[in-house]
């Protein structure tokens, strides 16, 4: 072989080489043949820091974007229409403060975020206070709630809060014993500052077993007879956000007031 030859030889085998090299940094040699080595990126765990500035900023957006869609919303104006004609009953025409319990944790919660900028809404249609309270809330949301000018309860008191003044209760699917509690608080004549907007007490009533309403929620059972309850139609996109909801008002100021 002369020396010419020997030199393409040598070139060539320095090409191949190079060329494996290159191709050894994207792939992996598998039984079936090469797969592809992706370049892992890096995380950007900041954002999922619930004590980091872009955690908070991220939690807000999202609120944000979901109270601009809440407020042109038809499930808005359902809410509003059955307030109103719950209030058309009442010696008080006005939401004079919107008391909100139970919500959860809204910033992972889609629905909890959907529930919370609903009474925020409301909050501003009736240019009223909002008072919120659930043990679950983080810091983050607790900042958010104080930027939305929704004013913290200081205490769980386990919906035992008595209505001195017009007060809608916003209780997006709460636990039957929390409407319970805010009857028991509130019954004889300041059960006609109630508005409850919760589950449907007929539903509750109904699908409770009677023994558990006599000895666990004696208040749902008996104000049974004095609610007007005035369904809240569900047009939401996401039908389990606000699902069998409805307004319930006192306006009979005759409410017993023996205990039950």
Partial sequence: ?????????????????????????????????????????????????????????????????VKGMMVDSLQFFSFVKSIDEGLVNLDSPKVEEIVCYGLGNFSKSPNARYQY???????????????????????????????????LIPRNEMGKRKATKSTLFFLPHCPRELFNNILLANWGESLA??????????SIVESTPSRSLKNEFPYLVNSFEHAEIIEVKNTFQFLDVFNDMAVHVFPNKKILNSVC
């Fill in 1 to 65: 072989m002369d020396v010419i030859s020997k030199l393409r030889e040598s070139s060539t085998q320095n090409i191949l080489t190079s060329s494996n090299l290159r191709r050894s940094q994207w792939c992996e040699m598998e039984e079936d043949g090469f797969k592809l080595v992706k370049k892992k990126k890096k995380k950007n765990y900041e954002q999922f820091d619930e004590e980091s500035p872009l955690y908070l900023e991220r939690v807000k957006k999202k609120f944000l974007e």
């Fill in 117 to 151: 900028a609903m009474a925020v809404e409301l909050s501003e249609f009736y240019a009223c206070p909002l008072l919120v309270f659930d043990p679950v809330f983080t810091e983050p949301e607790k900042k958010i709630l104080e930027e939305m000018r929704s004013e």
């Fill in 193 to 202: 500052n109630c508005i409850i907007a919760g589950n449907n007490l007929a």
